[in-house]
């Protein structure tokens, strides 16, 4: 791009699944970036140790739609803002309907913000890409994943380490041998515990990025083939010992599998995902979940 903030600073853009951030200007440790979201795309601001910013939205088009702590919604049109300083609360935003905002902080982020998200997102569509899924696997499981928490009153921050989560279910098959990963056949014992452990390696990843919230994102990306009957992995948890949040994503993402083609299946009806996912109520599936998703209008 050609246009310039000042003499030493330029925009700079980076494009991330339903999301495009540009700087526009930085000084002073202050910074201001445009954000564009695509419809039903999600957005959160946190409170980090030593971070004491003054965080600053000014939306442009659109509406971002905010889900209180006590479960309700503020919804932010064109020409509304909102500012905290500094964060001390979780706050997720959704978009509806193509938005855009500009974002002000007065402690520079934008670097690991960008840096981190390209990362972690070209990670995931190399994953969607060796185990034969299409570039939105990711997007769905986390749009339906939100759908659920918000059902089921979530708090903002349990959202949004489930928005992270589910974005990243599968990120550990990264370090999945490909001739395991594509092998079009049935697996090998041998080979069936080398594709278990991409659960671990996918807590391994998140918390090699020592953000937070991916952190903590992590943690439910390994428990999500846990099973409610106990007879999952990697672990063998049951019941409540399993987060409420991989469960949801246990869910979700037997629906998208159900539901598209594979090398070894192809895809079946909404209908009949369902029926079978509610088979397995009480056994693969929490069955709080199994009923939200039942009743959920996919």
Request: charged share 25%; hydrophobic share 35%; with cysteine.
């Amino acid at each position: 791009m050609t246009e310039y903030a000042n003499k030493n600073d330029f925009i700079e853009s980076v494009q991330m699944k339903g999301l495009t951030i540009s700087m526009l200007a930085s000084g002073d440790q202050t910074e201001i970036i445009h954000h564009q979201l695509e419809p039903n795309t999600r957005w959160a601001l946190e409170p980090e140790a030593g971070w004491h910013a003054l965080e600053y939205l000014f939306i442009i088009i659109g509406q971002l739609k905010l889900q209180r702590e006590d479960g309700s919604f503020k919804t932010y049109k064109a020409g509304d803002s909102f500012y905290r300083s500094p964060i001390t609360e979780h706050y997720v935003f959704q978009s509806i309907g193509p938005t855009e905002f500009i974002y002000v902080t007065s402690q520079p982020i934008f670097h690991r913000y960008s840096n981190v998200s390209r990362q972690l997102a070209n990670l995931a569509v190399s994953i969607e890409e060796k185990d034969g899924y299409t570039g939105d696997h990711c997007a769905r499981i986390a749009n339906l994943a939100m759908k659920v928490g918000e059902k089921i009153g979530l708090s903002s921050n349990d959202l949004l380490q489930l928005n992270m989560a589910s974005f990243f279910h599968d990120v550990g098959k990264v370090r999945i041998p490909l001739n395991i990963l594509q092998k079009p056949g049935k697996l090998t014992g041998y080979e069936w515990e080398i594709m278990m452990k991409h659960t671990i390696y996918g807590r391994m990843i998140l918390e090699e990025t020592k953000l937070p919230l991916l952190v903590n994102a992590g943690k439910i990306v390994e428990q999500h083939h846990e099973r409610f009957d106990g007879e999952g992995y990697p672990y063998g948890l049951s019941k409540e010992e399993i987060d409420i949040k991989a469960s949801i994503i246990s869910v979700v993402d037997a629906y998208d599998a159900i539901t598209s083609d594979r090398s070894y299946q192809k895809a079946r009806s909404k209908e009949e995902a369902v029926r079978e996912i509610k088979k397995n109520k009480g056994t693969l599936y929490h069955p709080e979940i199994v009923d939200v998703f039942a009743h959920l209008q996919l």
